[in-house]
């Protein structure tokens, strides 16, 4: 894990977690090894608070979601560089929000990956854009065993039987989509606004309403040279603009240039920024920029000069784990029969993440399984009752 150094602009400072030593061997090592951001008085205050998540387990963790990060170090006795030199840099990479509003159960799980696993730390890319590389492999998948993808095709209303269980999806062609399961993937802002009026106040649904998706902002720069001051690696920028980026010309296969780089860079928190225009956006990027390379970059493009620019802006992304919001993820199987949700949302142990989401669609998959003689049974009821009644005259 590799932060940028804000009081020493241009250098960075390492966490090596080494391969030869097991979790949580490796990530106590990496802690002790580093000492540019972290005094031996503050490592051992931050120990310290963290020992009753050491000795208290899941149950602790799960008890610490009423409290924001701030609230909990705090409460903890951990001194405030804690925070300023570690914990607004994971907050913003895990959440796109600060520490004064995540909650700690976040962090702590995120800290659990890293002493429990021994790759829990370890950081990969995409070998090119997620569209090709990530979402055809799938549709090939499905259409190589006979299934069907429909692109363009927004469902426009979820339609119920009498009893409450879903009839069909309407699309807003106007075609209609009936099956044996139902699965709604969608973000969980998108699918808030899907649910039926029949089903707004079973609890199961209702909890969703504290559910909301965070802003996010990713920009992508294309610079007329290589920059040389970065790595093959995710970096923290520790800017107050900037959460994580890197330079895709060296860490992606498909954006590969020995000539020149390509910086792919995540903007948060970014409530204040999403209704800004993609010029004041580059331009604060730029300013934030010039501190991390600052013999190569100049707000000015006096150094080295944007040949393109491309500003992505999702007002609602992932959802704000903020504190209280734990008990409000759902399971996937729904209690509505033959309904299921997937989604970063639903409960799964990588929170808010592409992981995560990925996690979900497994569990949302096994219940499916699970349920296999349920649904069977369902839709062999469903082809009777449709089924022409012979009448004697």
């Not at 792919?264 to 730029?286: C, H, K, N, Q, Y």
């Not at 920029?289 to 992505?312: G, M, N, R, T, W």
Request: charged share 25%; with cysteine.
């Amino acid at each position: 894990m590799i932060f940028a150094m804000p009081n020493k602009p241009g250098e960075y400072s390492r966490f090596d977690f080494p391969e030869t030593l097991p979790a949580p061997l490796n990530g106590v090592w990496a802690i002790l090894k580093n000492n540019e951001m972290l005094t031996w008085p503050e490592k051992v205050k931050f120990a310290i608070g963290l020992l009753p998540a050491m000795l208290g387990g899941q149950a602790y963790v799960e008890a610490q979601d009423g409290l924001t990060v701030s609230e909990w170090m705090e409460k903890q006795g951990v001194p405030d560089r804690v925070n300023d030199e570690v914990f607004i840099a994971m907050s913003k990479a895990l959440n796109f929000i600060n520490p004064d509003e995540l909650s700690m159960q976040c962090i702590l799980i995120a800290l659990n990956r890293f002493l429990q696993e021994k790759h829990g730390s370890k950081m990969a890319f995409l070998d090119g854009n997620p569209p090709e590389r990530l979402c055809m492999p799938i549709v090939n998948h499905i259409q190589s065993l006979g299934g069907e993808v429909r692109l363009n095709s927004r469902i426009q209303k979820i339609e119920l039987n009498p009893d409450g269980t879903v009839k069909h999806f309407a699309l807003t062609d106007g075609t209609q989509i009936t099956g044996d399961a139902y699965v709604c993937a969608a973000p969980v802002d998108i699918f808030k606004l899907l649910v039926p009026q029949e089903w707004r106040e079973i609890s199961y649904f209702k909890r969703l309403d504290k559910l909301v998706g965070v802003p996010v902002i990713n920009v992508h720069i294309w610079f007329d040279r290589k920059l040389k001051n970065t790595y093959d690696h995710l970096l923290f920028s520790r800017s107050s603009l900037l959460s994580v980026y890197a330079d895709m010309s060296l860490a992606c296969k498909e954006y590969y240039d020995p000539n020149r780089s390509m910086l792919e860079l995540v903007f948060a928190p970014a409530e204040e920024w999403i209704g800004r225009s993609d010029t004041e956006i580059i331009e604060a990027t730029m300013l934030e920029l010039a501190k991390l390379f600052p013999d190569e970059i100049a707000a000015d493009q006096s150094k080295a000069k944007i040949l393109k620019y491309h500003v992505v802006k999702t007002p609602r992304s992932v959802y704000k784990t903020v504190p209280n919001c734990e008990p409000c993820r759902p399971l996937q199987r729904s209690p509505i029969e033959g309904f299921y949700l997937a989604g970063d949302y639903t409960k799964q142990k990588y929170l808010a993440s592409m992981e995560g989401a990925v996690l979900s669609g497994k569990f949302c998959a096994q219940s499916i399984v699970q349920d296999s003689k349920m649904l069977s049974r369902r839709s062999q009821e469903s082809l009777q009752s449709e089924a022409p009644v012979a009448s004697q005259l």
